[in-house]
C-alpha cells in the first residue's frame, strides 16, 4: 500500500501543531520529495526525503504495535546518531508510547540502569556491540521482551525468539501509510510524556526526566522564534541524540523549521564530516570549540614564519572587530577591513574547521572560556551562548542577535522566566518548557519545582539590569576554603583549558588552605609538542611523566594564575596519569567531568599535593 500525501495541513506554521510525530506528517505533505536527512556510509551520502522519513515511522510504529507495545510503553534507543533513530524516535511518539535514550557509550551497567529503571518493553540497539551490551544484561531486566536491532552484521543470536532486525520490524508494519500515522497523531494526549532524557549523573545515580509533547512544541516554537534558519539550512548531528541539545537541533528544531539533518560515518570523523557538510548552523559543546580553538593555534605555531604573521596580524584585527560584530555596530570601514581579513586568513581557517558556511553557532551544555568565544568572534563564527537544563527542555536563556556580551548567556526565551533565589542565589526558571517530572521519583520532583512552577536548577548566578544571565556555577561545586572564601572552580578550569596543551582541569581546594588543579593534557598538541623535541614516549601516561611536559604545563598554568586573584591561583597541580573517559565513570556522554568521581579516583594525587601520601 503506498502513502497518500494529499490534504496538507491548514497550518502555515508547524510548529502550532500539537506533536512532532504531527509535525512530521505536515512536512510529509507539504515537501514530500524535500531532503529531511542524509547518513554518510563508506565514503557516500544517502538521502532521505520527508516522505520517506515519514513512511518509515509508520512502518516502525505498526511494527512496535505488532509486539504489544501501546501508549505509555517505554521503547528505548541505543544507537549511535544516525536516520534509524530519529525515525524510530518519532514512530514511539506517535503512537503514545515513550522514547528512552541511552548513551552509545554506555557500559552494561548503565544500560541495564536505564533499561530497568524506565521498564523498557522493547530495546532497539544499533549494532553487535550494543546488542552484546544487551544480551548481558537482558536476565535482569523483567520488562524487557525484544531487542530491535538495525545492523545485525556479526550477530549470530537472530534466531533467538526475542531478538529480531529493524527491517523484519518494518515488514511487520509495511502495510502503515503517512495516513496512519495521521491518525496515531491524533490520539496524542499533548500533556503525556513523549521522551525519558537521563540527566548525566555527575554526582549519583542518573534520574529520568519526563518531557511532554507540549514541553518539546513549546522548546520548538521559542527556537524557531530566535534562530534565522529554516528549508535549505543544514546541521551536521554528532552529539548524543539522547542528550537534550542535539534532540533539540537533530528533531525538534529540525521538525520546526524544516532544516537537513547530516549524520557523519561515526564521532571519530566529526572534522572531517563537518568540513565536507560545511552546515549552516552549528551547535558545539565547550569541549568542541576548546579543541577546535587548540587545533588551529598549534597548526599555526608550526607554519612558516610568513603564516605565522598573517595570522598574527589578521587574528588581532578580527579580535579588535569581535566586539563590534558582537553588538552588531560594524561601520562601512569594519566591513571592508573584515572583508580583507576574511581573503588573508578567516575564509581559509573556518573552511579547514566546517565552519565555512556558518550563520548560526551555538554554545551550550556548560560554561565556555570568554577567550574561546571571543577567537571565534575574531574568525567571523557568531558564537551566542544559550543556557538550559534537560528539566526545562533546555529553554531558558538565550544570547540575542546584536546584543552579545562574552560571560554572559542571554536574557529569557520566549515562553520562560528567569529569576534568581535572593537568599542563596541559585537560578529559578518557569515556562511551558519545565517537565512533568521525575520517572519514579516523586520526591527527587518536588525537591526540583516547587509549588508555583519554579525549577531549582541548582545552578548560581547573577542577573544584571537588562535581565542577562551569567552562570558562577554549580551550587554543589562551589569551593569554599579554610579560610572561607567562595571561590567558582569552572572560571578557573577555563582559563586553564584555554590553553592548547590541556584538555581537563578539576580544580581543588573545597575546605583546604590553597587550591590545586588535576590537569589532563591534551594528547595530540602535547605529543606533537614532545616529538618536535624529540622526546621519546610510548603511552599517555608515559609522556605525563616527563619533566619536559610537566614544565610546559607548569608555564601554562602560570599564564592562567597570572589573570587570578591571589586566593583563585592554582599553588599545586599534578598531571592525570590518564585520558578520562566515560566507562571509567569519569566524565558524562557530553564530557562533563564527575567531580566526586574524580576526587575518589585520584585521591593520592591530590593528598600529595597537600603533603599527604
Known sequence: MTATLERPSATSDPTELPSLPAVLVHRARTSPTTVALRKK???????????????????????????????????????????AWVMADLAVQAMGAVSV????????????????????????????????????????????????VVDPRGIRQLDDDQVLTLADLEARGADATIDDLAAATERIDPADAAILVYTSGTTGPPKGAMISHDNLMAAARSTREQFSVADGDEVLSYLPLC?????????????????RVNFGESTDTLLT??????????????????????????????????????????????????????????????????????????????????????????????????QVLEFFWALGVPVREVYGQTENTAQATMTPKGDVRIGWVGTAVPGAEVRLDPDTGEILTRGAGTFIGYYRNPEATAETVD????????????????????????????????????????????????????????????????????????????????TQRRLDYTTYRDLTTKPEVVGLIDGEVAKANADLAQVETIKAFRLLPKELDQEDGEVTATQKVKRRAIEREFAELIDGMYGGG
Open 451 to 530: 509549588a508555583d512552577g519554579w525549577l531549582h536548577t541548582g545552578d548560581v548566578g547573577e542577573m544584571d539590569a537588562d535581565g542577562f544571565l551569567r552562570i558562577t556555577d554549580r551550587m554543589k561545586d562551589i569551593i569554599i576554603t579554610a579560610g572561607g572564601k567562595n571561590i567558582s572552580p569552572s572560571e578557573i578550569e577555563n582559563k586553564l583549558k584555554v590553553s592548547p596543551y590541556i584538555a581537563e582541569a578539576i580544580v581543588i581546594g573545597d575546605g583546604r588552605k590553597f587550591l590545586t588543579a588535576l590537569v589532563g593534557i591534551e594528547a595530540d598538541t602535547v605529543g606533537n609538542w614532545a
Open 41 to 83: 556510509q563508506y565514503g557516500r551520502w544517502k538521502e532521505y526525503d520527508w516522505a520517506t522519513y515519514a513512511t518509515r515511522s509508520a512502518h516502525i510504529m505498526a511494527g512496535l504495535a505488532s509486539l504489544g507495545v501501546g501508549p505509555g510503553d517505554k521503547v528505548a534507543i541505543h544507537s549511535e546518531n544516525r536516520p
Open 243 to 259: 542528550h537534550i541539545a542535539e534532540r533539540l537541533i537533530s528533531v525538534v528544531n529540525a521538525l520546526g523549521s524544516g532544516y
Open 101 to 148: 535514550g541511552v548513551y552509545p557509550t554506555s557500559p552494561p551497567a548503565e544500560v541495564q540502569y536505564a533499561l530497568e529503571h524506565s521498564e523498557t518493553k522493547v530495546v532497539i540497539v544499533e549494532d553487535e556491540e550494543q546488542f552484546d551490551k544487551a544480551i548481558e544484561v537482558r536476565h535482569q531486566l523483567p520488562e524487557l521482551r525484544h531487542i530491535v
Open 273 to 370: 564530516d563537518l568540513a565536507e557538510v560545511q552546515p549552516t548552523f552549528f551547535v558545539g559543546v565547550p569541549r568542541v570549540w576548546e579543541k577546535m580553538m587548540a587545533a588551529i593555534e598549534i597548526r599555526m605555531a608550526d607554519a612558516s614564519w610568513a603564516k605565522r604573521t598573517t595570522y598574527r596580524v589578521w587574528k588581532a584585527q578580527g579580535t579588535r572587530l569581535a566586539r563590534k560584530r558582537m553588538s552588531d555596530s560594524l561601520n562601512p570601514f569594519d566591513r571592508l577591513w573584515y572583508g580583507l581579513g576574511w581573503l588573508m586568513l578567516y575564509r581559509s581557517l573556518r573552511q579547514k574547521l566546517g565552519l565555512l558556511r556558518v550563520r548560526e553557532a551555538v554554545s551550550g551544555a556548560a560554561p565556555v572560556s570568554p
